[in-house]
């Protein structure tokens, strides 16, 4: 009896062995299939610290698909808008006495600030326009003398903005030079660009305006073109037009006749009806 149970045992003792052992090989068996299957996941691949990314490649647009951008319009200021309404006097070069006869007319000069014009070099050009032997002093009735300010002159060449030129005259008008009184009024604008008809350089037009504003100082009136071809007297209106005239700029073109043309006025379109200022 005691030797069959040993033996009964022993067989327990072997079945569990073996149970034991399949279960070892079944696990076994599933490690291996987890560890095979973990090997074909996918996971990121780390970077070198100093491998670069690539960037996106992005084509570069054709010659022909750039818009080009626009140039910025260049902004012109009005030719007086620097203007302040105050004024500089010139010192002048020269103040001596010239003309060989005929009653002394004292002036002197005076700038808008503002306008960047030179007052020596504004001065200076008025002093040899009027100094010129083709100008006033030609015929004999006239001499002038520059003074500075405050030196109790005849009358005052003012070189305004437009603006102020309206005001100095009393007037709408703000193309145009003109005269009022003792006040020769020479248009900023005028002074800078002339006008587009005149036959001369920029020059020969701002001595006429010279001549002609002092003119209307000196007592004389407007005149017209008298024929076709001819010498454009300088108290015409050249600002407006020539009429057939060839732009003149002296009162005195050889120093000696002077150079007229029937009393009248040409009349700028602009010109109110009501102004009846010198021009």
Same mark, same amino acid.
């Given at each position: 009896?005691?030797?069959?149970?040993?033996?009964?045992?022993?067989?327990?003792?072997?079945?569990?062995?073996?149970?034991?052992?399949?279960?070892?090989? $079944?696990?076994? !068996?599933?490690?291996?299939? *987890?560890? @095979?299957?973990?090997?074909?996941? /996918?996971?990121?691949?780390? %970077?070198?610290?100093?491998?670069?990314?690539?960037?996106?490649?992005?084509?570069?647009?054709?010659?022909?698909?750039?818009?080009?951008?626009?140039?910025?319009?260049?902004?012109?200021?009005?030719?007086?808008?620097?203007?302040?309404?105050?004024?500089?006097?010139?010192?002048?070069?020269?103040?001596?006495?010239?003309?060989?006869?005929?009653?002394?007319?004292?002036?002197?000069?005076?700038?808008?600030?503002?306008?960047?014009?030179?007052?020596?070099?504004?001065?200076?050009?008025?002093?040899?326009?009027?100094?010129?032997?083709?100008?006033?002093?030609?015929?004999?009735?006239?001499?002038?003398?520059? $003074?500075?300010? !405050?030196?109790?002159?005849? *009358?005052? @060449?003012?070189?305004?903005?437009? /603006?102020?030129?309206?005001? %100095?005259?009393?007037?709408?008008?703000?193309?145009?030079?003109?005269?009022?009184?003792?006040?020769?009024?020479?248009?900023?604008?005028?002074?800078?660009?002339?006008?587009?008809?005149?036959?001369?350089?920029?020059?020969?037009?701002?001595?006429?305006?010279?001549?002609?504003?002092?003119?209307?100082?000196?007592?004389?009136?407007?005149?017209?073109?008298?024929?076709?071809?001819?010498?454009?007297?300088?108290?015409?209106?050249?600002?407006?037009?020539?009429?057939?005239?060839?732009?003149?700029?002296?009162?005195?073109?050889?120093?000696?006749?002077?150079?007229?043309?029937?009393?009248?006025?040409?009349?700028?379109?602009?010109?109110?009806?009501?102004? *009846?200022?010198?021009?």
């Amino acid at each position: 009896m005691t030797e069959g149970r040993l033996e009964r045992n022993r067989r327990l003792r072997r079945r569990r062995r073996f149970v034991f052992l399949a279960i070892l090989v $079944v696990m076994a !068996g599933a490690g291996l299939y *987890f560890a @095979v299957g973990a090997t074909d996941t /996918e996971k990121p691949q780390a %970077l070198d610290d100093d491998q670069p990314v690539a960037p996106e490649t992005v084509a570069a647009p054709s010659p022909s698909d750039v818009v080009p951008s626009p140039e910025p319009e260049e902004v012109v200021p009005p030719l007086y808008f620097s203007g302040t309404g105050t004024w500089t006097y010139a010192d002048p070069a020269d103040t001596g006495v010239f003309g060989a006869s005929g009653e002394l007319l004292k002036y002197d000069i005076a700038v808008e600030n503002g306008l960047e014009i030179d007052v020596a070099g504004f001065s200076e050009f008025v002093h040899e326009t009027l100094e010129d032997p083709r100008s006033w002093t030609a015929g004999g009735a006239w001499r002038f003398q520059q $003074v500075g300010e !405050g030196g109790s002159a005849d *009358f005052t @060449v003012y070189l305004a903005s437009p /603006e102020q030129r309206s005001y %100095l005259c009393g007037s709408q008008n703000t193309t145009v030079s003109c005269r009022n009184g003792d006040s020769v009024v020479i248009n900023s604008a005028r002074w800078l660009t002339g006008v587009e008809h005149w036959d001369g350089t920029l020059d020969t037009y701002r001595q006429y305006a010279v001549n002609h504003e002092v003119g209307h100082r000196l007592g004389h009136g407007h005149e017209v073109c008298p024929a076709d071809g001819e010498l454009s007297p300088v108290m015409a209106q050249q600002t407006y037009q020539l009429a057939g005239c060839v732009g003149n700029s002296w009162p005195f073109p050889d120093g000696e006749t002077y150079v007229s043309g029937p009393v009248g006025d040409y009349n700028g379109p602009d010109l109110p009806p009501d102004d *009846f200022v010198d021009r």
